[in-house]
């Protein structure tokens, strides 16, 4: 199950996704976008920060936050399949698709499912863009990765 989702094939010479793309990577994040989503419910639910709420989360299952999950990792996946095909190396820098992959990837599959209101999509595109790059740099700072972008 750790294995890599694209089992090491290749396209035009290169890897479709890479070793990095896994299939308990997949699993995790779909699980951890329907827990994440159930906690948020569970808050809405007690009455807590119900103002700042975006859906209501009375009417829905945990299925958008799975959905949200798979989009997030969908996207990722999408913007690696380019970078190999671009030749840029796992890890690599691509500006800004490696900021707003997953945030495009979780709107576009939960669409189907709940319509969130675009306008908070477009403001946390910024913060999303600046926060990652930020926790990159941290990253970076702290010797867990090579580069600081």
């Given at each position: ?74 996207g990722d996946a999408v913007k690696s399949f380019f970078k190999r095909g671009l030749g840029i190396a796992p890890g690599g ?37 600046v926060g990652t790059l930020a926790v990159t740099a941290g990253g970076a700072g702290l010797g867990l990765k090579e580069s600081?972008?």
């Open positions: 199950m750790a294995g890599p989702i694209d089992g090491g094939r290749t396209w035009r010479g290169r890897r479709v996704l890479g070793d990095h793309k896994t299939w308990r990577g997949l699993v995790v994040g779909v699980l951890a976008g329907a827990l994440t989503f159930a906690l948020q419910q569970a808050i809405f639910r007690a009455g807590w920060l119900q103002a700042l709420a975006l859906l209501d989360y009375d009417a829905c299952s945990p299925l958008p936050g799975a959905l949200l999950g798979f989009g997030a990792l969908l820098t691509w500006i800004p698709f490696d900021q707003l992959d997953f945030l495009v990837g979780a709107w576009l599959c939960v669409l189907p499912v709940v319509t969130p209101p675009l306008l908070p999509l477009l403001c946390a595109a910024p913060i999303v863009f600081w972008i």
